[in-house]
């Protein structure tokens, strides 16, 4: 996953250096190219890496968005926040995701339950019938959620994966004010601190289940 992951997003900077190739376009053809490294490979084996994508770019006085799966873009706007999140990783198989939650972390029940749902999960990834995420195929870049937004209208923005996103949405420990306030006074840093901060209150998912103590957090924070 580190190699997938560094290597797609260095051709996605590459592919988008070029202002009017949009956001789609420039996640498929960063896809085709990380493909390309493994001609030998199957790629088409459920097993194969993927990631979700969530892109920025501002150009022409305007900002323009791209989400793929749950790494959600938050505008702060002049009436509060706008919220641009891909949830339909989470409309499937819904009772495999309440036998994952009816556990606790790092027991066998849950363990077991979240290897079958994942199995599942990989069944009907990037189909119609399930949901989309960066992968082999750059037929996924044309299932992200896309929109552009007058730059003059946001104050600042942030784009984070939903491991920083639930200490909103899951986890309610905090409003968007709030965390917005904790990334112009501290940064990145500070705001992921205080979700790990959260979750050490909840290490076995009593309070809050999911599927581990703590998911990969990252976050970049925009300002104008």
Not at 110 to 120: F, G
Not at 149 to 159: G, I, P, Q
Not at 193 to 212: F, H, M, Q, S
Request: proline share 6%; with cysteine; net charge negative.
């Amino acid at each position: 996953m580190p190699w997938y992951v560094a290597h797609l997003g260095g051709y996605l900077l590459a592919a988008l250096a070029e202002p009017d190739v949009s956001l789609p376009d420039g996640l498929a053809e960063a896809l085709t190219r990380v493909a390309a490294l493994h001609p030998k490979c199957d790629l088409s084996n459920p097993g194969t890496p993927s990631a979700t994508v969530a892109i920025l770019r501002q150009r022409h006085g305007a900002l323009d968005h791209l989400v793929l799966a749950d790494s959600p873009v938050v505008l702060n706007v002049d009436d509060g926040y706008t919220v641009i999140t891909d949830q339909r990783v989470d409309e499937i198989l819904p009772e495999l995701r309440e036998e994952v939650e009816g556990h606790e972390t790092h027991t066998p029940g849950h363990r077991e339950a979240l290897q079958r749902l994942v199995l599942a999960q990989r069944e009907v990834r990037n189909t119609p019938e399930g949901y989309w995420v960066a992968s082999a195929s750059p037929e996924s870049a044309q299932h992200g959620l896309t929109g552009t937004t007058n730059l003059d209208d946001v104050r600042s923005a942030a784009v984070m994966s939903d491991g920083v996103s639930r200490l909103v949405t899951e986890y309610r420990m905090a409003t968007w004010d709030e965390v917005f306030a904790t990334l112009q006074a501290g940064g990145p840093t500070d705001l992921i601190e205080t979700v790990r901060k959260v979750e050490a209150t909840d290490p076995t998912g009593i309070r809050w289940p999911r599927y581990k103590s703590g998911d990969d957090a990252s976050v970049a924070f925009c300002q104008w």
